[in-house]
C-alpha cells in the first residue's frame, strides 16, 4: 500500500477517534461520573446496541491510528529491509489482535456473558 | 551650495577603525574516521576585523598555524554551497557568517550533522546529491523548446513565482544538517531533495509529477517530515524547504492538482 494511502487512514481515524472519544466523554457527563463506573450502568452500555457499536469503531479507529503511529516511529528509529518488514506486519498483526480481543469484550458484554 | 557634514567618529567607533584587530579563540573539530581518529578540538588565536567571515579564520588557520585543516570551500560567496558546517552550534555557510555577527570571543567551528564525515569539516555529500538525482531535477516532457519546430513556453510571472525561491537550492546540505528526522532516519529524503521536488512539480512546464510524487511517497519520503522547520529557519538562500513539504503533501492528500 503506498504510504500515503496509508497516513490518508492514519489522519481520517485520528479524526473519527477525537470525534468519538468526545461522544464517549460527553455520555459520562450525562450522569455523576462516579455513577457512570457503576457495574450496572457500564453493562448497560454494552447492551444499548448504538454505544456498543460506536465503542467498536472507536476501538478499531484507536487500534489503526496507534499502532500505524508506533510503526512510524519505530520505523525512524532503525532502518534496514528485513527491519521495516517486521514492524509492517508486526503492527499490522497487533491492530488485528487488539481488534479481536476488543470485540471479544464488547460482544461478550452486550450478550451477558461475563 | 548644500553642504554635506560629515558626522564625526565616537571614540569607540574610532577604535575599531585605527585600532588593532580584536582577538578571538577558533575552535576547530578535528578528526579522521578513517583512521579512527575521535574527534578533539584545536584552538587558535585569530586576529579579526568586524569584516572577517569563519572561513576567513579558518584559511587564517590554514595559512599560519596548521596547514592540515580540512575545509571544503570555494566560491566564497555563497554561492557553490560548499563550505557548510557548525558555527557556534548552528549550521552555516562559513563564507556568509561574519564572526562579528557570532558575538562571541569564542567561535567553534564543527562538521555539519547528518553527514558522514570526511575529515575535520569536510563532510561525504554522497547521499544529499543521491537524493537530489532521485528527484529527476530537470523539466520533464516530450516536446522540448530547443528543436527548430517548437516555441519558447511561456510562463507568466505568477507562474514562476511558484517555484522561483525552490530554485535558489545552492545543495549546501545545511537543511539536511538540520532535520531532526534525518538524525535517526538515514533512508529519509531530507528537506533538500524533498524542496527540489517540489520545484519541479510546481513548474508549469513539467509534465513528471506524478512521477516525482511515485518517488517521495515512500514510508521514508515526505510523510516522516513533523514540521520542525529548522531546515528553513538555516537556510542561506531564504528557501523554504519546510513549506514545500507541506505543498507537496497537499498534491498526495488531493488539495492540490
Known sequence: MRESIIMKIHYGTALGAVALVAVHILMRMSQKFSDSLQYQNV???????????????????????GFNGLRVILLELKQGSTYEKMINYGSLAAMAILIAYGSRTILMAGMGVS | MAVVAVPKPSEESKTKITGQPNTITLRISRSNPSEGQEAAFSEFQIPVQKWTTVLEAILYVKQNFDHSVAVRYSCRQASCGSCGMKINGKPALACYTKISELNSNVVTVEPMNN??????????????????????????????????????????????????????????????????????????????????????????????????????????????CHFAGSCSQVCPKGVDPAMAIQLLRGYLLGFRK
Open chain 1, 43 to 65: 453493562i448497560a452500555n454494552y447492551h444499548f446496541l448504538p454505544y456498543a457499536l460506536m465503542l467498536e469503531v472507536l476501538l478499531i479507529l484507536l487500534s489503526v491510528h
Open chain 2, 115 to 224: 553527514f558522514p564525515i570526511i575529515r575535520d569539516l569536510a563532510v561525504d555529500f554522497k547521499q544529499l546529491i543521491s537524493n537530489h538525482k532521485k528527484m529527476k531535477p530537470f523539466i520533464i516532457r516530450e516536446d522540448s523548446e530547443v528543436t527548430p519546430e517548437s516555441k519558447e513556453f511561456i510562463q507568466t510571472p505568477q507562474d514562476l513565482e511558484k517555484y522561483l525561491q525552490f530554485s535558489y537550492c545552492i545543495k549546501c546540505g545545511l537543511c539536511n544538517s538540520a532535520c531532526p528526522t534525518m538524525a535517526t532516519d538515514t533512508s529519509f529524503i531530507g528537506p533538500q531533495g524533498l524542496a527540489q521536488a517540489y520545484r519541479y512539480v510546481a513548474d508549469n512546464r513539467d509534465k513528471g509529477k506524478d512521477e516525482r510524487l511515485k518517488i517521495v511517497d515512500d514510508s521514508h519520503g515526505i510523510w516522516r
